[in-house]
């Protein structure tokens, strides 16, 4: 394990522009005029200017407020977040539709407070989205629902072309990152039913994907595990990025991992099978670059995988 990054400068690779441009303003303001919160500002993610520059945004639904604690991510986390607004896929997909976008990616806080968790919620985005947008394709990042199939399976029935659930880190050290109610085989599970259900249920198919932050203390072979993990659960496609550190209120970086190896790891996980392995230091969960690629994927027909028994 490398010495902690803490203290030490930013390295070039993860130097980013300071947002802005014409673009960037536009969508900002337009996200402030329709109350909806993106991923992009709650998350404090360095894409932000070369996404919102280039037109496109990740949105979240069901507030900015988490039920949530887990100890990487800037979201505000409360015991009970914010009233459901009725409006908000109508909202969702007026925006997308304004933007022109051929691939969106939605992302939602938990809803541990809800009666269903907000899984219905998240089935009227992706339902309001295949109405009025029916040329978009739609990646839903969801929560894990505390791994309860019946709302897991209502939120498959909505069919989004992507059904994205993120294990965040390896397995050693997912109780020191993640939230106590999260846990590392429960997000398995979650993607293995997923894409088991697809298969059985569906009649299109449904592409699973998951992502993996690095720079916490993980090492190699606990990397190459977690890959070996999610493809057994059936998981489509994967992106690899290094955690930053949100404030002095979270876990610390433990190292800044250079790109040759995420272009390593891109590598072993092309090997591993994944239909596409997006991994890069500034690489998040919603990655602008590979929503081309996977929406080539969706287009070719190629049939999504299934967890091995």
């Given at each position: 394990?490398?010495?902690?990054?803490?203290?030490?400068?930013?390295?070039?690779?993860?130097?980013?522009?300071?947002?802005?441009?014409?673009?960037?303003?536009?969508?900002?303001?337009?996200?402030?005029?329709?109350?909806?919160?993106?991923?992009?500002?709650?998350?404090?993610?360095?894409?932000?200017?070369?996404?919102?520059?280039?037109?496109?945004?990740?949105?979240?639904?069901?507030?900015?407020?988490?039920?949530?604690?887990?100890?990487?991510?800037?979201?505000?986390?409360?015991?009970?977040?914010?009233?459901?607004?009725?409006?908000?896929?109508?909202?969702?997909?007026?925006?997308?539709?304004?933007?022109?976008?051929?691939?969106?990616?939605?992302?939602?806080?938990?809803?541990?407070?809800?009666?269903?968790?907000?899984?219905?919620?998240?089935?009227?985005?992706?339902?309001?989205?295949?109405?009025?947008?029916?040329?978009?394709?739609?990646?839903?990042?969801?929560?894990?629902?505390?791994?309860?199939?019946?709302?897991?399976?209502?939120?498959?029935?909505?069919?989004?072309?992507?059904?994205?659930?993120?294990?965040?880190?390896?397995?050693?050290?997912?109780?020191?990152?993640?939230?106590?109610?999260?846990?590392?085989?429960?997000?398995?599970?979650?993607?293995?039913?997923?894409?088991?259900?697809?298969?059985?249920?569906?009649?299109?198919?449904?592409?699973?994907?998951?992502?993996?932050?690095?720079?916490?203390?993980?090492?190699?072979?606990?990397?190459?595990?977690?890959?070996?993990?999610?493809?057994?659960?059936?998981?489509?496609?994967?992106?690899?990025?290094?955690?930053?550190?949100?404030s002095e209120s979270h876990i610390e970086v433990d190292d800044f991992v250079p790109p040759d190896l995420f272009d390593k790891y891109e590598e072993i996980g092309e090997e591993k099978g994944f239909k596409y392995v997006a991994s890069g230091p500034l690489v998040r969960s919603s990655y602008r670059a590979g929503e081309y690629y996977i929406s080539n994927v969706i287009e070719s027909g190629d049939t999504p995988d299934l967890p091995q028994p």
């Amino acid at each position: 394990m490398a010495a902690p990054a803490e203290g030490r400068r930013l390295p070039d690779w993860l130097k980013v522009r300071p947002p802005g441009g014409e673009e960037y303003k536009r969508i900002k303001e337009m996200r402030t005029e329709r109350e909806l919160a993106t991923v992009c500002e709650e998350a404090q993610c360095p894409n932000v200017g070369e996404c919102w520059g280039g037109g496109t945004a990740t949105f979240m639904v069901m507030g900015d407020t988490c039920t949530r604690g887990c100890r990487f991510c800037a979201v505000e986390t409360e015991q009970d977040g914010q009233a459901l607004d009725p409006m908000e896929p109508a909202k969702l997909a007026r925006s997308v539709d304004e933007m022109d976008l051929a691939y969106v990616v939605v992302t939602s806080v938990d809803r541990d407070d809800l009666p269903d968790q907000g899984a219905s919620h998240v089935a009227t985005c992706i339902d309001t989205l295949h109405k009025e947008c029916p040329e978009t394709k739609v990646e839903f990042l969801i929560p894990d629902f505390q791994g309860e199939e019946d709302l897991i399976s209502l939120v498959c029935d909505a069919q989004p072309h992507v059904l994205a659930h993120n294990i965040e880190t390896v397995r050693r050290l997912t109780p020191e990152v993640r939230d106590d109610r999260a846990g590392y085989d429960q997000s398995l599970e979650v993607l293995r039913f997923a894409s088991e259900y697809a298969e059985k249920a569906l009649d299109g198919p449904m592409y699973t994907k998951s992502s993996i932050m690095v720079g916490l203390g993980e090492t190699e072979d606990e990397v190459r595990q977690a890959m070996d993990d999610l493809r057994a659960a059936g998981v489509d496609f994967l992106t690899i990025g290094q955690y930053l550190r949100p404030s002095e209120s979270h876990i610390e970086v433990d190292d800044f991992v250079p790109p040759d190896l995420f272009d390593k790891y891109e590598e072993i996980g092309e090997e591993k099978g994944f239909k596409y392995v997006a991994s890069g230091p500034l690489v998040r969960s919603s990655y602008r670059a590979g929503e081309y690629y996977i929406s080539n994927v969706i287009e070719s027909g190629d049939t999504p995988d299934l967890p091995q028994p």
